[in-house]
């Protein structure tokens, strides 16, 4: 079972990425998907989560209304769309996995996922 995520890199201030996220080896559509994030120095932090249908999500409050998570489940994807980008956005963001049996339940915390990718780094300049 592997988590590859993909779209990181370097962004100025207001810009925007795209973040991508796949499973490999499992039914996607069984899973719940999260994006997490770790600046140098802190404590890895929740940025937003999807159900496994995709009708639920949650955002971090720092978050809220610039990146948005959405998730296709014919390609196995999920997706972390992120606009105006500000300098305190860059981390490694990761994506993570659990097997969920609720379709529109959403997780919010590390310990509720056991597969995690292997991070891709975001950094926004100002």
């Known amino acids: 079972v592997q988590l590859q995520a993909s779209g990181g890199g370097l962004v100025q201030a207001g810009g925007s990425l795209r973040l991508s996220c796949a499973i490999s080896?499992?039914?996607?559509?069984?899973?719940?998907m999260g994006w997490f994030r770790q600046a140098p120095g802190k404590e890895r932090e929740f940025v937003a989560a999807?159900?496994?249908?995709?009708?639920?999500?949650n955002y971090a409050d720092s978050v809220k209304g610039r990146l948005t998570i959405s998730r296709d489940n014919a390609k196995n994807t999920v997706n972390l769309i992120m606009n105006n980008l500000k300098s305190e956005d860059t981390a490694v963001y990761y994506c993570?996995?659990?097997?969920?049996?609720?379709?529109?339940?959403?997780?919010?915390?590390?310990?509720?996922?056991?597969?995690w990718g292997q991070g891709t780094q975001v950094t926004v300049s100002s």
């Open positions: 080896g499992r039914t996607f559509s069984a899973y719940a």
């Open positions: 999807i159900s496994r249908s995709g009708g639920g999500s």
């Open positions: 993570a996995a659990v097997w969920s049996t609720r379709s529109i339940l959403v997780f919010t915390t590390p310990s509720s996922y056991n597969l």
